[in-house]
Nanobody, 122 residues
């Protein structure tokens, strides 16, 4: 059973920071592109950031550029999302996902985590 386990969510004031982690189990994802998505009730899930297997290619949606940083440590089989200068509109459930292939803009992912809540208060 392949699982992606997210951690690091929580409640933070606007302007604060959080770091999300995603540690897959049951499989090594070093050759997979990893992504972070988020979803709020009533809206579609959106891709926030993605990183290819080598870390040499990344994607960020416009609304988080300059504030969020995606990174990965393949030795630890872990991917991170550092979120700085958080805004109330960043409030959502954040999901870690993995996909085969090297594209960081493709939104079709094969494996998903259960999600972690991030709440930013104003």
């Amino acid at each position: 059973q392949v699982q992606l386990v997210e951690s690091g969510g929580g409640l933070v004031q606007a302007g604060g920071s959080l770091r999300l982690s995603c540690a897959p189990s049951g499989r090594t994802f070093t050759r997979y592109t990893m992504g972070w998505f988020r979803q709020v009730p009533g809206k579609e899930r959106e891709l926030v950031a993605a990183i290819n297997w080598s870390g040499g290619s990344t994607y960020y949606r416009d609304s988080v550029k300059g504030r969020f940083t995606i990174s990965r440590d393949n030795a630890k089989n872990t991917v991170y999302l550092q979120m700085n200068s958080l805004k109330p509109e960043d409030t959502a459930v954040y999901y870690c996902a993995a996909r085969m292939g090297d594209s960081v803009v493709n939104i079709l992912y094969n494996y998903w985590g259960q999600g972690t809540q991030v709440t930013v208060s104003s």
